[in-house]
């Protein structure tokens, strides 16, 4: 009898502690911070491509370089 009234004391515990998270989600305040840190993710993720595809370029040029400068060798 104790064990059955444990677990269902689990149950209702679990529902009361995890209902505000519930809440949370539908809130306009929760609805726009979520919204908010979507942006700035955005663009830190984008400042992170373009700064990767600058650091990229020279390197590329200069295996460019360095082929055409074997091909003529040859």
């Not at 529902?15 to 919204?35: D, G, T």
């Not at 590329?60 to 400068?69: C, D, I, L, P, V």
Request: proline fraction near 3%; aromatic fraction near 6%; glycine fraction near 2%.
């Amino acid at each position: 009898m104790s064990n059955s009234m444990g677990v269902a004391s689990v149950f209702v515990l679990s529902s009361l502690f995890l209902s505000p998270l519930a809440m949370a989600e539908e809130s306009q305040a929760f609805v726009a911070r979520n919204a908010e840190l979507a942006a700035v993710h955005e663009q830190a993720r984008d400042a992170v491509a373009a700064k990767a595809e600058q650091s990229s370029k020279p390197a590329e040029q200069t295996a460019a370089k360095g082929f055409s400068s074997d091909a003529s060798d040859s």
